[in-house]
Each structure stands twice: as structure tokens, then as C-alpha cells.
């Protein structure tokens, strides 16, 4: 069975403060993502990663950066934290599969982060 | 700007009924398109797809219907059960690259 998971389900950090979120995948997929979900905007892509050592940004990553010194594994920080970073945080891994019809991205459960 | 645009924020509906959810996109690059589902405090999960070379594909109790030409997909659930209360998300990409998502419709199912 796929899993995703994510270090922590809840987090509450303080302005200013430095945050890791962790992800970690067991299916060897190369692909990995970080969103965040807000009330009516939906998943907007933060940032996304090829393979090891590889990173690409998404829609919105200012205030953002990420890590993936193994495949499995893929971090996204917020070097300072703002009240406007609070929200729904969701990793995702995919593997290479072109325009297969089974192509898809498989989701960890979130993180929910408040920043006070 | 958002690509992908479902303007149901919420659809309710009765037990063996159908559910219809409504997706429309804008950029005419988009060859393939998922549905996903998420329940509360659980990470989405995949539910759906169709690729651009399609106009209907079904799963079960799932359909999934493409209109090129209005740029339009839409998800029917028959018959819906209350279990399938959750919110829906659709999604389109770009030669399988980055996936965009709309806004989702929290579907409501009535016993």
C-alpha cells in the first residue's frame, strides 16, 4: 500500500520563527510536491522536485524553500514565519509516468500550521 | 490567475440521486484531468482520470465527461451514497507536468 506521511499533523509556530515540514515517501517516486490548500483558492503548488538535489518553484513560492538530499524524502521550509503562512500543507509524490491514465499523485494527510 | 475553476463551492444532494460537478479550465494546453476526493483531515485522494485523446470515462459508479471544445469536465457520481460526501477537487496538466487544482465543491449527500 502507498503511504505518504508528514512529520506533524498539527503545528502552531510563532512569527519570525524558522519551520520545517517533513515528508516522506515509500514508493521510490521521483516526483515530489508541496501545496498549500486555503478556503476558496484550492492547492496552489509551492514547490516541486524532479529527483534528488532538483527543485523547481510552483505558483507561489516566496517565503518558501525546500530540500531533497534523498528520493524519499523532501522538506519544505519557511525561513521566517508569517501569519499569512497559515494554512493547510500537503505533500505529494507521483513517479515518472508520462500520460499514463493511471498517472497520479498520491497525497500525505497535512499539515495544519498556524503562525501566531 | 486560475486555470482551473469549479464555481460550485458546495452541491447538496439526495441519496440515489445524481451528483454532477462541474470543472472548467482555460488554458487549451491541458491534456490531462483528474477528480480527487478529500474527507476532513485526510490528504486528497485520487478518485478519476481522463486523458485529452477521450471524451468519457467510467469507474463504477464515477463518469467523467470532457468537453474540449467548451473547455469543460464534469464528474457524475450514480447513484451517490452519503459516503461520498467530501470535497472535490479537479485538476488538469500540461503533457503530465505541473498539476493544477481548482478551488473544490464540498459535496453533501442526504440520507
Known amino acids: 500500500d502507498v503511504k505518504v506521511t508528514q512529520s506533524s499533523r498539527y503545528l502552531v509556530k510563532r512569527t519570525g520563527e524558522k519551520v520545517f515540514l517533513e515528508c516522506v515517501q515509500d514508493?521510490?517516486?521521483?516526483?515530489m510536491f508541496w501545496y498549500r490548500q486555503d478556503p476558496g483558492l484550492g492547492l496552489r503548488l509551492i514547490y516541486f522536485?524532479?529527483?534528488?538535489?532538483?527543485?523547481e518553484k510552483g505558483d507561489i513560492p516566496e517565503g518558501y524553500s525546500v530540500s531533497r538530499e534523498k528520493k524519499e524524502r523532501f522538506s519544505l521550509i519557511l525561513e521566517s514565519a508569517s501569519t499569512n503562512q497559515t494554512s493547510m500543507y500537503l505533500c505529494?509524490?507521483?513517479?515518472?509516468?508520462?500520460?499514463?491514465?493511471?498517472?497520479?499523485?498520491?497525497f500525505g494527510p497535512g499539515t495544519r500550521l498556524t503562525v501566531l | 490567475d486560475q486555470q482551473v475553476k469549479q464555481n460550485s463551492p458546495s452541491l447538496s444532494v439526495q441519496e440515489g440521486r445524481i451528483s454532477i460537478l462541474n470543472c472548467d479550465y482555460t488554458n487549451s494546453m491541458f491534456d490531462y484531468f483528474l477528480w480527487y476526493k478529500k474527507y476532513p483531515a485526510e490528504g486528497p485522494t485520487f478518485l478519476i482520470s481522463i486523458s485529452s485523446i477521450k471524451d468519457k470515462n467510467e469507474d463504477g459508479r464515477f463518469t467523467v465527461f470532457l468537453n474540449k471544445s467548451a473547455k469543460h469536465l464534469s464528474l457524475h457520481i450514480v447513484p451517490s451514497q452519503p459516503g461520498d460526501s467530501a470535497v472535490y477537487f479537479c485538476?488538469?496538466?500540461?503533457?503530465?507536468?505541473?498539476?493544477?487544482f481548482g478551488t473544490g465543491t464540498s459535496l453533501t449527500v442526504i440520507p
Open positions: 514508493m521510490d517516486h521521483e516526483n
Open positions: 505529494a509524490s507521483r513517479t515518472i509516468g508520462g500520460l499514463a491514465i493511471t498517472d497520479t499523485q498520491y
Open positions: 485538476a488538469a496538466s500540461a503533457s503530465g507536468n505541473q498539476f493544477y
Open positions: 522536485s524532479y529527483d534528488v538535489k532538483m527543485k
